[in-house]
T-cell receptor, first 113, second 106 residues
Framework: EPEVTQTPSHQVTQMGQEVILRCVPI?????FYWYRQILGQKVEFLVS????????KSEIFDDQFSVERPDGSNFTLKIRSTKLEDSAMYFC???????????FGEGSWLTVV | GIQVEQSPPDLILQEGANSTLRCNFS?????LQWFHQNPWGQLINLFY???GTKQNGRLSATTVATERYSLLYISSSQTTDSGVYFC????????FGTGTRLKVLA
């Protein structure tokens, strides 16, 4: 089964620091996504990305967040100045086309202290 | 945007019991998936089922797109089935349902 890979699996950071979460989507997929899950809560959509630009973003995805596809394989989520409430599991996902099966990575736990 | 509601929110079963989880969506959808989030937080893809019925071992799923619901059946439940079950739908923005938290007791 193809898989989406994410690094790091867990990161602890000081409040105010910048964090970059990395993802390698499935190789022939064209659409990429980031989701967030605060402990014990539902999985929330952050952003979708296609053809090197953001397709859609939620109200959570404010100016402190950014995404980038720096090369042909990686897809990154940057949080510029982390807050305590950014502590969550962040999932990367990809699809071959819009509306196709979505595949998730194993997640990156971010703890802001 | 589309709203996805799941029921029941919580379910406790004795090992060996059967259960049915329901997902209702507010608008017509052209895709639907079921995921199991295990106790380690991983999202395991169970079914891609925009319509019809599929079976995989002890699990099966049915989606009736015209009536805007999907059902996930778990038969002969095991403790490893514990976790949260989500249905997900969307196109550029895949929306998660509210989830059903299942606990299977030995």
């Amino acid at each position: 089964e193809p898989e989406v890979t994410q690094t790091p699996s867990h990161q602890v950071t000081q409040m105010g620091q910048e964090v970059i979460l990395r993802c390698v989507p499935i190789s022939n997929h064209l659409y990429f996504y980031w989701y967030r899950q605060i402990l014990g809560q539902k999985v929330e959509f952050l952003v979708s990305f296609y053809n090197n630009e953001i397709s859609e973003k939620s109200e959570i995805f404010d100016d402190q967040f950014s995404v980038e596809r720096p090369d042909g394989s990686n897809f990154t989520l940057k949080i510029r100045s982390t807050k305590l409430e950014d502590s969550a599991m962040y999932f990367c996902a990809s699809t071959q086309g819009s509306g196709n099966t979505i595949y998730f990575g194993e997640g990156s736990w971010l703890t802001v202290v | 945007g589309i709203q996805v509601e799941q029921s029941p929110p919580d379910l406790i079963l004795q090992e060996g019991a059967n259960s049915t989880l329901r997902c209702n969506f507010s608008d017509s959808v052209n895709n639907l998936q079921w995921f199991h989030q295990n106790p380690w937080g991983q999202l395991i893809n169970l079914f891609y089922i925009p319509s019809g019925t599929k079976q995989n071992g002890r699990l099966s799923a049915t989606t009736v797109a015209t009536e805007r619901y999907s059902l996930l059946y778990i038969s002969s439940s095991q403790t490893t089935d514990s976790g949260v079950y989500f249905c997900v739908s969307g196109t550029y923005k895949y929306i998660f349902g509210t989830g059903t938290r299942l606990k299977v007791l030995a």
